[in-house]
């Protein structure tokens, strides 16, 4: 993908520079479930495809140093205002420079932008940039879910449908291992004590339309229209 196939993409989301980098105690909430208890503090994180600045913000007041990748040009002009180190979106000038570097790695709702050999390409400069022991956390449209093509179908600019055991497909050779797949965390923090009690009923819904539909299809799937995994970088396999 290239930087002309977003144009007026950040209108489209309604991403503008008044709200960049801002996280609302919703959206925080959101990913600290996300992080599963990692301190972000001292660490170093990369985040893929970083949009409306929201998740740099979040790990920057956690501690964390943090650098991106974004095809967006006003995101990527307001990002270096912050002071935010931006790679190429190839992330080649990032192994030149910080081989082994990064702690974390996060990607919310970039690799169904990807063609599955951009994916490859991707995973291959990311084991380069984080340490052994090193994780990636990403969400993306859940191929795995009769729910997912809304979320999927829902962006011209989408190129792949993932799930979780597709996309460890795609990395068989290179040194990953999946730790963890999942429903994305379910925050129910809330603005008011009604919309609070509505998430919670919202959850246990979807808990239990999971659980029927799993049961009935002798299934074991996460349901809900986006996945969450976490993918952690390994000593390469010896070969020799």
Not at 10 to 18: D, L
Not at 192 to 206: A, D
């Amino acid at each position: 993908m290239t930087a002309e196939s977003y144009q007026g993409y950040a209108e489209w989301k309604q991403w503008g520079s008044e709200s960049f980098a801002i996280c609302d105690p919703e959206a925080a909430a959101y990913f600290a479930g996300e992080m599963r208890g990692r301190d972000l503090r001292g660490k170093q994180v990369l985040e893929l495809g970083f949009g409306n600045g929201r998740f740099l913000a979040f790990a920057r007041a956690q501690g964390a140093t943090v650098y991106g990748t974004e095809l967006i040009p006003e995101a990527v002009e307001l990002a270096k205002e912050q002071g935010v180190r931006i790679f190429a979106p190839d992330l080649s000038d990032a192994v030149a420079e910080y081989a082994g570097a990064f702690d974390i790695v996060v990607a919310f709702d970039l690799f169904e932008h990807l063609y599955p050999e951009d994916i490859q390409r991707t995973f291959a400069q990311l084991a380069i940039l984080l340490r052994e022991g090193g994780v990636v956390i990403a969400r993306f449209p859940n191929g795995g879910s009769p729910f997912g093509g809304v979320s999927q179908y829902g962006d011209h600019t989408h190129r792949t449908f993932l799930s979780a055991s597709l996309l460890m497909q795609l990395l068989i050779g290179q040194p990953w291992r999946l730790k963890f797949a999942g429903n994305p965390y379910r925050s129910t923090m809330g603005s008011s004590l009604k919309r609070r009690i509505g998430l919670v009923v919202r959850h246990k819904l979807r808990d239990l339309i999971e659980f029927s539909v799993n049961r009935i299809w002798g299934m074991s799937s996460t349901m809900d229209p986006n996945v969450v995994v976490v993918i952690e970088k390994v000593k390469p396999a010896f070969t020799g």
